[in-house]
């Protein structure tokens, strides 16, 4: 019977995006929306400035994923075309180097360099790609699909801070908005946490505590400036 095992690393690269974009969205809306609820605005106001927050958080995390990401294909496609000229220049240097890494993990020797040769047969620049520098395919910079994924559950994050906001106006706002965007949070990092392998619980609240403290403090400041105002 053969025995197969669910590893989760191929998940990282758009999980990390996914569960970024709708932590922040969240985050960022319900306290832009608590924040300018406590300053005593009309309703209309705190619907404005939730849909504003929501646009431009979209695509700012769309762009800044998008930079970032590309930034790091950028340095990887640098490092792969060097190591690519330097096994047309010198096949056996890297050869040696790549035996000598197969040594440091414990091979014998005479069993790295043949390791060594038959991975450099069958794909050279893969070999050393994933055995020297550490670029794997599971862990290729993607810059698009990081930058739709942040995107897309930013805007599903923020909507729902939104949603609430829109549907309890009056002086119940801030108390509903802040309650129930803390059981999303919740939610969230659950979801991440079980998608990801890791303690349910420990994701869950990790992900509410920050996204209580943010709240907090920007309702603080909107009952100060409103004061102030």
Request: proline share 3%.
């Amino acid at each position: 019977m053969s025995h197969i095992e669910d590893h989760r690393s191929h998940r990282v690269g758009w999980l990390r995006a996914a569960v970024l974009g709708a932590n922040d969205g969240i985050v960022s809306t319900a306290s832009l929306i608590i924040g300018v609820a406590a300053a005593s605005t009309t309703h209309a106001s705190i619907m404005l400035a939730g849909v504003a927050g929501l646009v431009a958080g979209a695509m700012s995390m769309a762009a800044g994923e998008y930079v970032s990401v590309s930034s790091q294909a950028d340095t990887e496609y640098a490092d792969l075309e060097l190591e690519r000229i330097s096994l047309l220049e010198n096949p056996q240097f890297e050869k040696n180097e790549l035996a000598e890494i197969y040594e440091k993990r414990g091979v014998e020797p005479a069993l790295a360099r043949t390791v060594a040769e038959q991975l450099m047969a069958h794909d050279a620049l893969g070999a050393h790609a994933r055995d020297e520098i550490g670029i794997s395919a599971n862990g290729t910079a993607r810059p698009v699909q990081a930058a739709l994924s942040s995107a897309s559950t930013f805007t599903i994050g923020a909507a729902l801070p939104l949603l609430v906001a829109w549907a309890v106006p009056g002086q119940y706002l801030i108390h509903a908005v802040s309650l129930l965007s803390l059981c999303f949070l919740a939610l969230l990092g659950a979801l991440a946490a079980r998608a990801g392998g890791a303690p349910v619980i420990k994701g869950a609240v990790r992900v509410t505590f920050w996204g209580a403290l943010a709240m907090a403090l920007t309702a603080a400041v909107g009952s100060i400036f409103g004061v102030v105002a």
